[in-house]
Nanobody, 117 residues
Framework: QVQLVQSGGGSVLPGGSLRLSCSLSGGVFTNYNMGWYRQAPGNERELVATITYNGITNYGDSVKGRFTISADGAKSTVYLQMNSLIPDDTGIYFC???????????WGQGSQVTVSS
């Protein structure tokens, strides 16, 4: 059974940086496409960034140029480096994994990110 365990997050001033981590267990990391999604209060969950099993990245328009997704296969971990944070980045961030060619999706437990002065 695939499990995703997230770490990181917290509170930061506007303009600050945070890094989220998500470790996958119970599966072969390189067989999975990974991603980060977020949900603000009263809003639907939205795409933040994705990275395919072979390293192709994609970003939501609101985070392009500020956030970077990366993966470390040796650690079975995907990261989200968030720079130049703004209050609209506030929300719960969820790690996501989906197997290559498959439809099943797995979710991490969520990490709170709060950007406020």
């Amino acid at each position: 059974q695939v499990q995703l365990v997230q770490s990181g997050g917290g509170s930061v001033l506007p303009g600050g940086s945070l890094r989220l981590s998500c470790s996958l267990s119970g599966g072969v990391f390189t067989n999975y496409n990974m991603g980060w999604y977020r949900q603000a209060p009263g809003n639907e969950r939205e795409l933040v960034a994705t990275i395919t099993y072979n390293g192709i990245t994609n970003y939501g328009d609101s985070v392009k140029g500020r956030f970077t997704i990366s993966a470390d296969g040796a650690k079975s971990t995907v990261y989200l480096q968030m720079n130049s944070l703004i209050p609209d980045d506030t929300g719960i961030y969820f790690c996501n994994a989906g197997p290559r060619g498959g439809s099943k999706r797995y979710w991490g437990q969520g990490s709170q990110v709060t950007v406020s002065s």
